[in-house]
């Protein structure tokens, strides 16, 4: 099998590369600004390098990997928001069969079978899915490879008219420990009635050496975090050692992001949250009262 | 300038039963409804036609099969989009429709769209599935530019300004009309349909359309499973001093701090 990946980031480039070597030989394709973060990606047989396409043209990224498919039975995409954007694209502009977010791969009967989340995580998906298939892949989920240097071939850009024309760029700022890496993890939503009382989570948070991260509707609609990451299926997915959640109900769409979480705690003031079901333990109780308790023996113990 | 909305209809998740013990998914019990992101699509499509004139229309594909039930479902979701200002719903459904996929739906929805309207609308992502496929594949089927993401969208004359979130940027661009444009649930707050509103609508046109395809789909469910997820589900009691203790005593003993 013939396999093609691109991601607008090396390090999931790299995932993606090592997703597709199970498969067959992998292509790696990259745009000429990425020359330099993906020549250290081991693993691939060749990587096909772009001049002059930029890597955030979205539109002639579309055109550029329909026009290399016929050449390829599966391409690989990563599970970021423009990864996912893509995907739908190319594969109907190759006439090919798609999924997002697979855990798994394989090849059975000159099929392309799939695992993966649906159902908002209450389920898993095995789909068998026709070649061509244009499928992304979820992030942490395969081992960049350490062997193989792969060959550069360059390639010519396609030519297109343009319709979407980019006029700004906002960067959006860093995030410290990135929350899927993190072995402890408080988690805020609503239960919060102001910005300023997330201190209370950020001081629970320094006492155990965690990071705060956040439900969406804190992070992406009233935007209390000082960086707009959410935990959740449209977000990141985490898999700490601690994880506690505090004051945010336990919608599925939520909870399928902490599924990992080796142990839960849960406080909320609701009994009937479904938060509850999702976790090791349970507190019922106001978070504004029960949080500064817990901080405060929490320090004692640690010493700080 | 005329808007489609992409309706879905989703499963309930949140209604949706599922056994550890058997692995039964309870799919044929929980309910179906439009999903949230969509009724930002659909809000989003009222408030442009509002300022820019035209008719916003709602397309729904049912892929639920034809019994009572759910039928009765697709028409309640796609009356409150309806009650909401939309001015018109198409629902199409029938016979081989719950073996589509989104190549199918979209090929589908494609032959609905035509030249009728400059603008598509739909939300990043389904309810249920949330994979964004459909929007995507329409946008190619038809031969137009696709942004994702909006956080917020303004329109003149045939130029789409749209701002889009990004993980590292916001990125503002530009999109030549005709093009299809999926929303996140951060771009409005869904207004909610008062009960006359939700009257009013049941006498809007519903278009009833038979689905008809001569596609094969590309792909197929071989297994639905249920994920293993051990939780202890305990609840500590207590006054406040006690349940911190027992929690911090608790999470020694599982090693965790
Ligand atoms: C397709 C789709 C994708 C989505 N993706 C995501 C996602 O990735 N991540 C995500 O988080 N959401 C996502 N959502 C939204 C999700 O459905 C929920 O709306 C959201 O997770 C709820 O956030 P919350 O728990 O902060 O708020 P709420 O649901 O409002 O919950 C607040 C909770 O706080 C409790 N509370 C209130 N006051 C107190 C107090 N004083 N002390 C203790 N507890 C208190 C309440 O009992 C309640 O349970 C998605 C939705 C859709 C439709």
């Known amino acids: 099998m013939r396999i093609l990946v691109f991601s607008h980031y090396p390090d999931l480039a790299a995932e993606l590369v090592s997703a597709g070597s199970g498969l067959g030989d992998v292509s790696l394709l990259a745009t000429s600004d990425m020359r330099e973060a993906v020549s250290g990606i081991k693993g691939a047989r060749e990587i096909l390098i772009c001049e002059g396409v930029e890597s955030g043209d979205q539109e002639t990224l579309v055109e550029l990997i329909s026009g290399l498919a016929s050449d390829f039975d599966v391409i690989l995409l990563s599970g970021d928001r423009r990864g996912r954007e893509l995907v739908g694209q190319v594969a109907h502009r190759v006439g090919g069969s798609s999924a997002v977010d697979a855990s798994g791969l394989s090849v059975s009967g000159g099929n392309l079978i799939v695992e993966r989340m649906t159902f908002g995580g209450k389920a898993i998906a095995v789909e068998e899915l026709a070649l061509p298939a244009v499928v992304s892949v979820q992030k942490g989920k395969f081992k960049p490879l350490e062997e193989g240097e792969p060959s550069i071939r360059e390639i010519s850009p396609p030519s297109m008219e343009r319709r979407i024309q980019v006029v700004e760029r906002r960067e959006k700022p860093k995030v410290g420990v990135p929350l899927d890496k993190a072995d402890i993890v408080v988690a805020v939503g609503r239960g919060f009635r102001r910005k300023e009382d997330l201190k209370l989570a950020y001081d629970l948070a320094d006492v155990l050496g965690g990071v705060v991260g956040a439900t969406r509707p804190v992070a992406a609609d009233l935007k209390w975090m000082d960086e707009e990451v959410w935990i959740g299926i449209s977000g990141v997915r985490i898999s700490p050692k601690l994880l506690i959640v505090v004051g945010a109900s336990g919608q599925q769409q939520f909870a399928a992001g902490i599924m990992d979480s080796k142990v839960v705690v849960a406080i909320n003031n609701d009994p009937k949250a479904p938060i509850f079901e999702q976790s090791d333990y349970g507190v019922v109780m106001d978070l504004y009262e029960f949080l500064p308790v817990l901080t405060e023996k929490l320090r004692k113990l640690k010493g700080v | ?257």
């Open chain 2, 1 to 257: 300038m005329d808007i489609a909305v992409l309706i879905k209809q989703s499963l309930d998740v949140q209604e949706l039963r599922v056994d550890q013990d058997t692995g039964k998914i309870y799919v044929e019990d929980a309910p179906t409804k439009a999903g949230d992101i969509d009724l930002n699509a659909a809000e989003e499509a009222v408030r442009l036609k509002e300022r820019l004139g035209g008719k916003a229309v709602a397309l729904m594909l049912s892929t639920w099969g034809s019994s009572g039930r759910r039928q009765k479902e697709a028409r309640e979701a796609l009356t409150r989009v309806l009650a909401m200002g939309l001015d018109e719903a198409v629902l199409i459904m029938g016979e081989g429709a719950e073996r589509a996929d989104t190549y199918v739906v979209a090929k589908a929805l494609a032959r609905e769209i035509g030249n009728r309207f400059q603008l598509v609308l739909a939300g990043e992502g389904s309810e249920d599935n949330f994979s964004g496929l459909l929007p995507a594949r329409l946008a190619a089927e038809l031969g137009w530019p696709y942004v994702a993401y909006a956080t917020s969208l303004e329109v003149e004359g045939d130029v789409a300004t749209v701002t889009r979130s990004l993980e590292d940027f916001e990125e503002v661009v530009k999109v030549k009309l005709p093009a299809v444009i999926s929303v996140t649930q951060e771009i409005n707050k869904p207004r909610v349909p008062k009960l006359m509103e939700i009257v009013k609508a049941r006498k809007k046109p519903m278009d009833a359309k038979n689905f008809s395809s001569s596609e094969e789909p590309k792909v197929r469910i071989r297994e639905l499973r249920v994920p293993k997820v051990e939780r202890k589900r305990v609840i500590i009691e207590g006054d406040k001093d006690e349940a911190a203790e027992k929690l911090i005593q608790a999470l020694k003993e599982e090693g965790v701090i």
